[in-house]
């Protein structure tokens, strides 16, 4: 308590000085809490990136020649989903059907089943025109229902309408072990009830032809009741976090090669195209400027504390007489160290919260700034403290003649 009497006497009695040390500090911790405040709003504008700028993956062949009709194992799919760096998987599969009377060997009996676990799974899905019946939605291909939609083409040729039942001999694709070819094989039996219609794309051809529509979790439903194999045909997803892109490269590494305009032309999904070529290209200008801001942070702070030393070394070299009487009349070095630190922790003080208040309009008031301000106080402390310790060490004798003459 005595300390702090003597401290706030000094300071007023040595007010134009003091208001010298505040404005010191209030500029300082201005420039401070600006530079701390680049740093925030680079990371903030990083993360916005990362929201507006997703990164996307494919799985394809080899050589990248074909991100549809692959042949892509369900346990490839777990792995990858597993590994947490995926999100808003797009999954399709495909499936060829005949009515009970058709004819596998004729192209004109045969309907080419879609399943997809999304609308946006759907080749060329902006292209078309889906319609359903009062009631229905695109949510039930997020189910396991025995529902469809059905092409128009379909529906013309086999006199059927929205809310028919067809039944349907379902067959899978089963693909050669080198992974070149295909054949139909006999799955299983089954009744779709029709819910609605969807119209062909105008790049409508094999590979994004779509006689039936279906859920893809009816369709691993059905290949799990035969004790089949299911695989997918496509399969896309978005990177959970952009900013760990790297990481994401080398776990996918484990299951996917790269893809390489040399290598398979299979029809095995083995390879991982990964677009992310905006999202680094904006990226990176950010993060050089971090790495550039939090390269000279620490020098800053360091600038700071040899600010605080040099204001206040400077503000003391007249104190001498000042502690040469405390000394003569009985105050201990550690008071007299006190009181002088005390002072100047004021004066900073006022200069950090009045820098505070000027640098608000860039940094604005929240947890962060008050943050930044106490390391920018602390470095500030540390300077003052040392310059204190330093201008105390003399001999009392010597300030007190120095003073008389």
């Known amino acids: 308590m005595f300390c702090l009497k003597t401290a706030m006497r000094n300071l007023w009695r040595r007010r134009y000085k003091s208001a010298l040390m505040v404005l010191v500090s209030a500029i300082s911790a201005v420039f401070v809490l600006i530079y701390l405040d680049s740093i925030k709003s680079n990371q903030e504008q990083l993360l916005m990136f990362s929201r507006e700028l997703p990164v996307t993956a494919r799985i394809m062949n080899g050589n990248g020649s074909m991100e549809n009709g692959l042949y892509i194992p369900r346990d490839l799919i777990d792995n990858i989903e597993s590994t947490g760096f995926v999100k808003d998987p ?36 902006e292209d078309r025109k889906i319609i359903l019946e009062e009631g229905a939605s695109m949510d039930f291909l997020l189910g396991t229902d025995p529902v469809c939609l059905a092409g128009e083409n379909f529906l013309t040729r086999n006199n059927l309408s929205v809310g028919d039942t067809i039944d349907l001999r379902l067959y899978k694709r089963q693909f050669s072990s080198a992974g070149y070819t295909y054949e139909y094989e006999w799955l299983a039996d089954c009744s779709l009830r029709i819910i609605g219609s969807i119209s062909a794309a105008r790049s409508d051809f094999a590979i994004s032809r779509v006689d039936i529509l279906c859920p893809l979790g009816w369709a691993e439903e059905v290949h799990a009741m035969n004790g089949s194999d299911f695989s997918l045909d496509s399969a896309s997803f978005t990177v959970s976090d952009s900013l760990r892109l790297n990481e994401f490269k080398a776990e996918m590494r484990k299951y996917l090669q790269g893809v390489n305009p040399e290598g398979s032309q299979s029809l095995r999904g083995d390879s991982l195209s990964v677009i992310d070529e905006i999202f680094i290209l904006s990226a990176s200008r950010v993060k050089d400027t971090l790495k550039i801001l939090y390269t000279f942070a620490p020098v800053m702070f360091i600038i700071m504390a040899l600010v605080g030393y040099t204001a206040a070394y400077l503000l003391i070299q007249d104190r001498h007489r000042d502690i040469a009487v405390m000394r003569s009349l009985g105050t201990s070095p550690a008071v007299c160290i006190s009181t002088m630190i005390i002072e100047y922790a004021i004066l900073g003080l006022m200069g950090c919260l009045i820098g505070n208040v000027c640098a608000a309009p860039w940094s604005g008031m929240s947890i962060n700034t008050l943050l930044y301000s106490m390391l920018f106080f602390a470095s500030l402390m540390i300077g003052i403290s040392t310059a204190t310790l330093r201008i105390s060490r003399f001999n009392t004798m010597t300030g007190l003649i120095k003073n008389e003459s």
């Open 90 to 125: 797009l999954y399709t599969t495909r499936m060829a059907a005949v009515l009970p009377t058709g004819d596998l060997n004729d192209s004109e009996d045969i309907a080419m089943i879609l399943c997809a676990n999304q609308e946006r799974a759907i080749p060329d899905y």
